[in-house]
């Protein structure tokens, strides 16, 4: 497996300062997936661990294989969550030469893991603790010198453990709605920074290459939220979202573009920058917006909004359900909101357990029931493909599985990823 | 992790090499073996660029380990001495020239007539061709030739103007096409394998000469044709009738020794055609060498002391921490529209990862053996010097960020890497030499 990086563990201990490499346990075949993942956060449940891990395909040339993975305990719950490692952070969580990385223990000073090209740094985070996810993103970024480091921060709401807290991916949402950012603030760990310049190589390198291209030339091109919506009730997002929508943006090696950049701080009809330096927000996760828009705020406040909490590194989906306002406008009455959302209680929205097994974001897509929409986020967190993607593209799981032997030699069926979640709950 | 892929790796994995490692595996200055073990000096002082790597990576492709980076102080101190080899690859040839002086000249001219091997390549190569004869390079005219690339009033490029001229007294070096060309052999060539059956190799022509005026029975490659993988500055009908059956390398001895010089980079690392040629010229050396009286050199043991264990094992973290951060920096550096001109020579960003990836990709070998290098100094020298890179690096691209001017940051960073690098493949070579000669495994501990 080491075409594609499988081996070694990274062990971080934020106690002790130290960090030390050991080997996967061989009973995993393939690989450091998230059920290995959940089998060792059990092992390790003494230290509160939290770890960070990608699936077999992810970072490679497969369509949507931009999937990763944060898993820990959430306070909300109190058993263990995983949340999504999307956009750009899944592949370079690979490429930065870890496949899985455990932290245990809590950090006496504040700190930033810097992991790069297998290289794992402990980082003082003194300079950047108290600041927001937009300028920790920024500092990390400018302190190492290169903006394609993915940063995987807190903000002031993750820092005082809000149940609300949401880790940032650089400086959008993410999908953690079970208060992992918590967790890393009672770590004292402010944010983990991936880079590297590796390359991902598969056992098989022609097949697997020929058959990813053919999946992805046969994969539907698509943009915005609607074709993710779930019902009536989410319906027109798109169209509520358009006068401030200035582009599309996909995750990593994905061809439908779900995420939506919004413009309200500059034209969006501007096609570059007209030397505004922050235009507006990119909106990772429709639900927050639809939350709002059901309370009756409109596109723009509802955006500022959702700016505000994600720099704040408050889960924008649950902070809008908590938001005690009605609809406002105004930036500074926004802001005032938002600020004293940080640092409350909360719920983990809409089910806790369903955040523990492994679900992509809270919303469950339209196609099929929700024990469906779990087996298809527990292959997708194994295969490291985006799980919307999977019932939505009409690309079928079997062909993805069947990459798993030309990437990286080792056979994987649907029959499989349930035995490996078996045995990781045993 | 650490191999090298892609095109550079395949190359590297070309059969060709074989009949090279296997020559020189044999070679040594032990009874019964008919060549010697060469040593090889490589300069990388003032005016070379950076395709100086590409020499010591052509060595190490062909197993020749014996290798030392000199500058030009070394060179006219005697440092020339003991060695086989003398290898001068591109760059800034006014650079060169002055810095080398009239003492660096007749230490060249020395070395070649006690029976050293001089191979030029491209500023290497204009360095010694008789047919440049204004100051400074008066004092190094070691094979006939002229250059066909001058002219006094070249006509305008169609492409890379900053490619295009060097200032050459009165007139104008141009260079008309830039990237791959292909060469067939001259009389100098015949019975080399790369050329069998008539073939032909393909080598990138970075700026050097195309020369006319030597011997028939000197000329080692003559053009014979263009590629679609070259930038054409002329028309490409232009390019060929200037090129066409033109010496693109010639060989010339003098007394026991040799001088090879050529236009096209015959060192580079993904022409491994063209690496055959260079190293077919090396073998024939040493065998007349060896059949001339035997070898020039014995490997020497390091006497130096190492570090030893777990300092070692932590300064080779080290080294990997912050060549992994510079090289991280370096690769942003790439993005940028961005240029810096050193002497004569014109430096694109991309020329800071390439010196980075050399060490890189040899690290997890050092590493290994960390504990073996002696003096154990040179462990925390690099360590110290690729940490000074990376904050180099990163302030030399927050200067482009915010729109500075980078030239006098870049000219220091560009500097300390080309002596960091020299000084990481010493470690590095002196490391597989050992490994080559059974010199001790184990370290004297400290
Ligand atoms: S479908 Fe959306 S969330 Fe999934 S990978 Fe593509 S862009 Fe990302």
Known sequence: MDFMYYGDILIVDLEAGTTEEVEIDEAWRAGPVLPAALELFRRHAQDNPLLLGSGILTGTTAPASCLGFVLGASQITGGPAVAPLDMFAGAEMKLSGFSMVLIKGNSPDPVYLWLHDGVADLVDASPITGKDTWRTCDAIREEMGEQLIQVVSIGPAGEAKSDLASFSINYWGSGDNAALGALMGAKNLKAVALRGLGMIDAEDPEEFYNRTMDLLRGSPSKKGFDWVSRGPEDEGIDAWLKPLAHRHRSCFACPCACNTFVKYNEDPAVMGSDGVQEPGLMVTNPAAALWLRQGGWGAEGACRAMEAMTRAGIDAVRGAREMSTGPLEDPTEIAAAVEALTGSAGAAWPRGEGAGSGIFGPRTPPQGSEDRWLEVNRAAYVLGICPLFLVTSGVELSELLELCLPAAGVEVDAGGIKEMFDRARA | ?446
């Not at chain 2, 062909?62 to 030392?68: A, M, V």
Request: hydrophobic content about 40%; charged content about 25%.
């Open chain 2, 1 to 446: 992790m650490t191999a090298v892929r892609g095109r550079l790796g395949k190359a590297e994995r070309d059969p060709v090499f074989e009949r090279y490692r296997k020559a020189f595996l044999f070679a040594g200055p032990n009874e019964g073996r008919t060549t010697a073990y060469p040593r090889v000096a490589v300069y990388t002082g003032s005016g070379a660029s950076h395709s100086w790597i590409w020499f010591a990576d052509l060595m190490e492709r062909i197993g020749l380990y014996d290798i030392t980076f000199i500058v030009e102080s070394d060179m006219s101190s005697g440092g020339l001495d003991g060695f086989d080899f003398l290898l001068v690859g591109g760059g800034d040839t006014y650079a060169m020239a002055e810095s080398l002086g009239g003492d660096g000249a007749r230490a060249i001219l020395r070395f070649v007539g006690d029976g050293g091997l001089y191979l030029g390549s491209c500023a290497g190569a204009y360095l010694v061709l008789t047919g440049v004869d204004l100051e400074p390079f008066t004092p190094f005219r070691l094979v006939t030739g002229e250059m066909r690339n001058v002219m006094p009033d070249p006509p305008k490029p169609r492409c890379l103007d900053h490619k295009y001229l060097a200032r050459y007294g009165e007139e104008w070096v141009f260079h008309p096409v830039y990237g791959e060309v292909e060469v067939g052999p001259g009389d100098a060539a015949a019975g080399f394998p790369c050329f069998d059956a008539g073939a032909t190799i393909r080598a990138p022509l970075f700026g050097g000469p195309i020369m006319e005026g030597a011997h028939k029975d000197e000329v080692l490659a003559r053009f014979s044709g263009l590629s679609d993988r070259a930038a054409f500055l002329w028309p490409r009908g232009d390019v060929l009738r200037l090129v066409d059956g033109r010496a693109a390398a010639v060989v010339s001895s003098i007394g026991e020794g040799t001088v090879v010089v050529s236009g096209p980079h015959l060192e580079h690392p993904l022409f491994p055609g063209a690496n055959a040629l260079a190293a077919e010229v090396l073998l024939r050396h040493c065998a007349r060498k060896g059949e001339l009286g035997g070898g020039r050199h014995t490997p020497g043991r390091g006497g130096d002391k190492p570090v030893g264990g777990e300092e070692a094992e932590s300064l080779a973290r080290e080294i990997r921490r912050q060549v992994s951060n510079a090289r991280i920096v370096a690769f942003g550096l790439e993005k940028m529209p961005v240029t810096w001109r050193i002497g004569l020579k014109v430096w694109e960003p991309e020329k800071v990862r390439m010196f980075l990836d050399y060490a890189w990709y040899r690290l997890p070998f050092v590493a290994k053996r960390a504990a073996l290098v002696s003096p154990g100094e040179r462990l925390a020298h690099l360590a110290g010097g690729y940490g000074e890179v990376t904050q180099m690096a990163r302030s030399v691209k927050a200067r482009i960020e915010s729109g500075e001017d980078s030239q006098a940051e870049a000219e220091l960073l560009l500097g300390t890497l080309k002596e960091l690098t020299a000084a990481f493949l010493s470690v590095y070579f002196k490391l597989r030499l050992q490994e080559r000669t059974g010199l001790p495994e184990k370290p004297r501990t400290s």
